[in-house]
């Protein structure tokens, strides 16, 4: 097949994320839900219904031309005649000389395409990139008296944070592998380096993997990190860290996943870059993907492909070839814009879906809680156990006048450590709605 065709096919499977078929959350799961017929249209349907565009729409002239320039000649061969001294023979010739080529024109229309989506693609992102010319960029302009216009004007900005936790993938039928974020502090007003140090993901070295049923889970940290010790460093250490303890259950990841630069590269050292880089870089989700698109297919072609000061100077058969070509850029982009948008405005529904709350807890100071709470309070041995752990109660001796911490713990001990924070995470839901129901002016003091 073309090189045009595989430059295209190349930049679609990128967009189309169709090399993370093992991705197992999140999109990549939506995604493989369409994945069979994106590869089927991608691999099989494209190419001929290409053909049956640039056909329908004049590009077949040539094989009718050819067969009557086929049969012209033989007549001359029969009758003795030199075929190039027949003036049918030339007019056909003339004729044919005159129509583009059918393959060329596929050619055109997959480079078209590919150089379109590219443009607009940028590390998972569609963003403005409406090219006046060579190195000048047109803005959408309504006719305001002041236009503000950035790159990202009509798409919702999404932090790394929001995302930060999941990444699962599939190693064969029956077993998974899972990247779980252990410890993670986020960046304070999008400051992502703190002095001499940034945030870098790394290996949780007490406990960096463990098999339980079917998925193997490896474990991170995202804590500041010293600025020399780089992201690559830390994963190559990891990777180095994580090879001799995969259980054999797992080996398949230590298969070669090689590349142009790295021909060593193993599956797991593909999925740790991919893990970081994921969530390193904020990305956007389009707002309108299909309208957008659509506007700048327009433009592109209208711009770039097809050339009215031109249409004059040629001859018809040639005007027909290049709408034909045309018409074959707007449908098949089309089709391929139909699909991603499906995808992004998925992606969009989510986003703007309003957020449930499915548990509600709080956290008081027992100064705030009547009396006749704390003997349930008292008998709670989690929650002494939570004080233990947070305030060190353990530690107050008691003296003549301070009670002595014992356990369980006492009502007057509760009354003498009044500024102890009591969490209704460890109360019943009877509790807690009693104890809610008694609190003044909830709302007024649950301001955070």
């Known amino acids: 097949m073309t090189t045009n065709y595989d430059k295209l096919?190349?930049?679609?499977?990128?967009?189309?994320?169709?090399?993370?078929?093992?991705?197992?959350?999140?999109?990549?799961?939506?995604?493989?839900?369409?994945?069979?017929?994106?590869?089927?249209?991608?691999?099989?349907?494209?190419?001929?219904?290409?053909?049956?565009?640039?056909?329908?729409?004049?590009?077949?002239?040539?094989?009718?031309?050819?067969?009557?320039?086929?049969?012209?000649?033989?007549?001359?061969?029969?009758?003795?005649?030199?075929?190039?001294?027949?003036?049918?023979?030339?007019?056909?010739?003339?004729?044919?000389?005159?129509?583009?080529?059918?393959?060329?024109?596929?050619?055109?229309?997959?480079?078209?395409?590919?150089?379109?989506?590219?443009?607009?693609?940028?590390?998972?992102?569609?963003?403005?990139?409406?090219?006046?010319k060579r190195d000048v960029y047109a803005i959408p302009y309504e006719g305001e008296e002041v236009k503000l216009h950035w790159a990202n004007a009509d798409q919702y900005y999404i932090k790394t944070a929001e995302y930060l936790k999941h990444y699962r993938f599939r190693l064969d039928d029956t077993h998974h592998v899972s990247f779980d974020l252990l410890e993670a502090s986020t960046e304070q007003n999008n400051n992502k380096a703190q002095g001499d140090k940034e945030r870098r993901f790394a290996l949780c070295y007490d406990r960096p993997l463990e098999a339980i049923g079917d998925t193997l889970h490896i474990y991170f940290t995202y804590e500041p990190t010293d600025k020399k010790r780089k992201q690559e460093d830390l994963l190559t250490e990891a990777a180095d860290t994580l090879k001799p303890l995969i259980p054999a259950d797992f080996l398949p990841l230590l298969a070669l996943s090689p590349t142009e630069k790295n021909k060593n590269r193993t599956l797991l050292e593909k999925h740790l870059r991919d893990y970081t880089a994921r969530n390193t870089f904020d990305y956007f989700i389009h707002k309108d993907l299909g309208g957008f698109l659509r506007r700048e297919l327009d433009f592109y072609i209208k711009n770039e492909v097809l050339f009215l000061d031109d249409l004059d100077s040629v001859?018809?058969?040639?005007?027909?070839?290049?709408?034909?070509?045309?018409?074959?850029?707007r449908q098949i982009g089309e089709k391929v814009i139909q699909f991603l948008a499906q995808l992004e405005n998925f992606q969009k529904r989510l986003w703007l879906k309003k957020k449930l709350?499915?548990?509600?807890?709080?956290?008081?100071?027992?100064?705030?809680?009547?009396?006749?709470?704390?003997?349930?309070?008292?008998?709670?041995?989690?929650?002494?156990?939570?004080?233990?752990?947070?305030?060190?109660?353990?530690?107050?001796?008691?003296?003549?006048?301070?009670?002595?911490?014992?356990?369980?713990?006492?009502?007057?001990?509760?009354?003498?450590?009044?500024f102890l924070v009591l969490d209704t995470a460890f109360f019943s839901e009877d509790f807690k709605l009693r104890l809610l129901a008694v609190l003044p002016n909830l709302d007024a003091n649950t301001d955070g």
């Open 357 to 418: 709350v499915v548990d509600s807890q709080y956290c008081i100071t027992l100064d705030r809680i009547p009396e006749s709470f704390y003997g349930e309070i008292a008998q709670n041995e989690a929650q002494a156990d939570e004080w233990v752990r947070l305030f060190v109660i353990n530690q107050i001796v008691g003296d003549a006048v301070t009670l002595p911490y014992v356990r369980p713990l006492t009502i007057e001990f509760l009354k003498q450590n009044s």
């Open 9 to 132: 096919i190349a930049v679609l499977k990128e967009i189309f994320m169709l090399d993370k078929a093992e991705l197992d959350f999140g999109i990549y799961r939506i995604m493989n839900q369409k994945r069979t017929e994106i590869t089927q249209f991608l691999q099989q349907d494209l190419v001929p219904q290409v053909k049956t565009i640039l056909t329908q729409n004049g590009s077949g002239d040539r094989k009718v031309l050819e067969k009557q320039l086929d049969d012209a000649i033989k007549q001359a061969q029969a009758l003795g005649i030199e075929p190039d001294a027949v003036p049918k023979v030339k007019e056909l010739r003339s004729q044919l000389a005159d129509i583009p080529d059918l393959t060329a024109l596929e050619n055109d229309v997959f480079s078209g395409l590919a150089t379109f989506f590219k443009r607009y693609f940028d590390n998972g992102d569609f963003i403005s990139m409406r090219r006046y």
């Open 315 to 329: 001859d018809d058969r040639q005007v027909l070839a290049q709408l034909a070509k045309v018409r074959a850029l």
